[in-house]
């Protein structure tokens, strides 16, 4: 994971340690007990590459730090790829799923376009059965929150790390684009009900947003850039229904590990002390035009 200061127009209001020093000196500070950790220098003064013993691992860095008062951005977790004998290799893991057997059509959905292989299926001649894959860890990012949500808790998953092997092919997408709020302001109950009408939001009422934050799942596959800080027009005329309160579905709170797993690659989440957001890595609209023209197609 890459891991940076804060340069959101939020930055330095919740966290008492924000500058590139302090960072760079608490995970430094880091290596001398956590023995399997590694941090190097990033390509610019203000980044970090942090890596760890998998998801979790790197979790439980975040969420210290986090509480110890760090303010900071970090990436969509990636596979270390490996260079052996002139060849791209990555590492891959046997995957162990129990759960029940009318999960098997959507986790074998699912786990195909992840680069998974079934390589063994057992029944109890019950409801149950053990599900084992073998699958590149490249495909397990980001997987155990969308199998908790498919099985609905009714499944447990255990991973082995296996080996090095040639580099597969591309891991499709599986989520669809994002609501991203397109100014900065206080996000009120009318914005936010026009936003329920294109996906699922994440935020209240009084929430403070900026240009480029990450607010909702959109119902489609492309971004959408909505106003939730819109408020509703005044009228000199008023009927019997205008001032009836307009009721919004609950927004979806997101822990630092789902959040962290949500995420895609031209995304950010902003950790602080008292927050966690999602946002775009480029906060206007005109320059990830300019990022999408200019990237090879």
């Known amino acids: ?71 900071f951005a970090v990436s969509k977790p990636v596979a270390i790829i490996k260079l052996i004998n002139g060849k791209q290799v990555e590492p891959y893991e046997t995957l162990t799923i129990d759960t029940k057997d009318k999960y098997i059509g959507i ?27 073998h699958i590149p860890t490249r495909g397990l990012i980001g997987f155990r929150s969308t199998f ?28 669809n684009g994002v609501l991203v709020a397109s100014e900065d302001g206080i996000a009120v109950t009318y914005g936010l009900n026009n936003a329920q009408g294109r996906g699922l939001t994440f935020i209240d009422p009084g929430t403070f947003v900026y240009e480029g934050m990450i607010i909702g799942l959109s119902s489609r596959m492309q971004d959408i850039a909505v106003n939730v800080c819109k408020e509703k027009k005044l009228t000199n005329i008023r009927s019997s229904t205008s001032d009836i309160a307009v009721k919004l579905t609950p927004p979806l709170k997101m822990s630092l590990e789902q959040a962290i797993d949500f995420i895609n690659a031209d995304e950010l989440v902003e950790i602080t002390p008292k927050s966690i957001r999602l946002r775009k890595k480029l906060l206007t609209e005109t320059q990830r035009l300019r990022a999408r023209r200019q990237s090879p197609k």
Do not use: W
């Not at 340069?7 to 995970?27: D, I, V």
């Not at 986790?107 to 109890?124: C, G, H, P, V, W």
């Open 1 to 71: 994971m890459t891991f940076g200061v804060n340069t959101s127009p939020f930055a330095g209001r919740e966290g008492r340690y924000c500058t590139t020093r302090q960072l760079r000196e608490r995970l430094y500070h880091e290596l001398e007990t956590n023995l399997s950790l590694r941090v190097q220098d990033g390509e610019t003064s203000d980044l970090f590459h942090v890596s760890g013993r998998g998801e979790l691992h790197l979790s439980i860095l975040i969420e210290t730090m986090r509480r110890e008062g760090y303010e």
């Open 107 to 133: 986790l074998s959905e699912i786990l195909s376009k992840r680069q998974a292989k079934l390589i063994n299926m057992r029944n109890d001649l019950n409801v149950n059965v053990r599900l084992e894959y």
């Open 148 to 175: 908790l949500t498919v099985t609905r808790g009714e499944g447990v998953i255990n991973t082995r790390f296996t080996g090095y092997e040639a580099l597969g092919g591309e891991i499709q997408s599986t989520r």
